[in-house]
């Protein structure tokens, strides 16, 4: 597989749990809010969001930062995410992983962010913050 370059999503983000009924909260919704991602399951809404939006009520882990492949992946594309979890993985750093129908979004905890640099340098192109 030929290195991918990795960007940085400027900010600071949240990964929040919610009940599977509720309703999507309006800081959520904004679109001031930056990179968003919501998924609702059977089991929960989880949110991924700018951490400086999410109530204090809210079931959250803050501190995550966020990478992407830059530009478009094509759906015939394999391994792009075992590999770099694979890295991740054996650097010791947890990852969060969001596939979108353009790329994949890594994030990582914003402590960990010189070891997933140097981690990724194998697998990817990566830039520090």
Same mark, same amino acid.
């Given at each position: 597989?030929?290195? +991918? @370059?990795?960007?940085?999503?400027? !900010? $600071?983000? =949240?990964?929040?749990?919610?009940?599977?009924?509720?309703?999507?909260?309006?800081? $959520?919704?904004?679109?001031? =809010? !930056?990179? #968003?991602? %919501?998924?609702?399951?059977d089991r929960e809404l989880s949110i991924v969001v700018s951490q400086d939006r999410v109530p204090l009520e809210t079931e959250a882990e803050p501190g995550w930062v966020a990478m992407r492949v830059a530009g478009s992946l094509d759906f015939s594309?394999? !391994? #792009? %995410? @075992?590999?770099?979890?694979? =890295?991740l993985a054996e650097a010791g750093v947890s990852v969060f992983v969001i596939s979108t129908y353009e790329t994949d979004v890594l994030l %990582? *905890?914003? *402590?960990?962010? $010189? +070891?997933?640099?140097? $981690? +990724? !340098?194998? #697998? @990817?192109d990566v830039t520090r913050l």
């Open positions: 597989m030929s290195t +991918l @370059a990795l960007e940085w999503i400027p !900010g $600071a983000f =949240a990964v929040c749990r919610l009940a599977p009924t509720d309703d999507i909260p309006p800081w $959520a919704l904004s679109r001031a =809010a !930056g990179f #968003v991602n %919501i998924t609702r399951s594309m394999v !391994g #792009v %995410i @075992a590999e770099q979890t694979a =890295a %990582i *905890k914003s *402590k960990d962010t $010189a +070891l997933a640099i140097e $981690a +990724l !340098g194998a #697998v @990817a």
